[in-house]
């Protein structure tokens, strides 16, 4: 598997989260304070998108528990796929709810976990020079839209699906001058002011190359398709130390695991509007 590079509102107000990240501790054992694993080893399968949020993540994990986590992080569908056939890991945080359920029903994951949300926004350049204030502005004549459909999944047809919903998909892809197949070279022409806007996921705004050089726009959460929302986490059959395992998931979902998470533009799942996410979209092991 090919190893992504380095891909949030500051400040992660844990206050915010007191009620739930209470609630959290008390049903994951070992969220507060977990066992010492000196030595030990625990590899770890995610999603590519997770990357930025994961490797300081790991960083602090192994520094509190002594353990060397062995990260990959790749196309989810690809690494779901070879989970479902003879690929192993011991833990693995992947999009899209119904591949854990998958997981979970082939007996390749003993659990799994909410974990965190993405979200979409409009992006212009600094300054907003198109005055790109909603998605039906990207429908209007003269905006020049950087687009790419044909992105990996669920990059291009989540996007696509958005502008459906919306109403204006066929008006918006009328000014799309030059579609792209990745998502991080289509922002370059934003960045650039070759483009006015282009709707990305906030995590994106959060990578080192755009940060600080993007205005952002909100976009209505009821546009947002459902799938590519959801990432989990959970503990698999493969996991030499279950306890080992088990300690890792609890921490990724605490408080201190989820601030990497929220730095890197995602919406932790114990968050309040995490939680309010886990009831709508259903993410429970069950």
Known sequence: MRQLQDEGRRGFLRASLTGVAGLAAASLPGAAQ????????????????????????????ERRSGV?????????????????????????????????KKLRAEGR??????????????VTPTGNPGNVRSVDDMARKGVRVAMAPE????????????????????????????????????????????????????????????????????????????????????AMQEARNRALA????AWITSPDGQAHFERAGFIPAISPRGQELVEKLGVKDV
Request: aromatic residues 8%; contains cysteine; proline residues 8%.
């Open 34 to 61: 977990a066992a010492p694993f000196p030595g030990g080893r625990l590899q770890v399968w995610s999603c590519g998108g997770l990357a930025e949020a994961m490797q300081p993540a790991h960083a602090e994990y």
């Open 68 to 100: 060397a986590v062995v990260y990959t992080g790749a196309f989810a569908a690809a690494l779901g796929k070879s989970l479902l056939g003879s690929g192993s890991t011991e833990v693995f945080a992947g999009r899209v709810l119904d591949l854990a």
């Open 109 to 122: 994951m003993i659990y799994f976990k909410p974990l965190c949300f993405t979200s979409y926004v409009i």
């Open 151 to 234: 992105a990996s999944p669920p990059g291009g047809a989540a996007v696509m699906g958005l502008l459906k919903k919306a109403g204006c998909q066929d008006a918006v892809m009328a000014n799309v001058a030059d579609p792209g197949t990745c998502v991080q070279r289509s922002v370059e022409a934003v960045t650039t002011g070759k483009a006015d806007a282009m709707i990305v996921e906030l995590r994106v705004t959060r990578l080192p190359q755009f940060a600080g050089k993007l205005d952002i726009v909100e976009i209505p959460a009821g546009l947002f398709p459902p799938p590519p929302l959801t990432f989990t986490v959970g």
């Open 246 to 249: 088990d300690d890792y998931v």
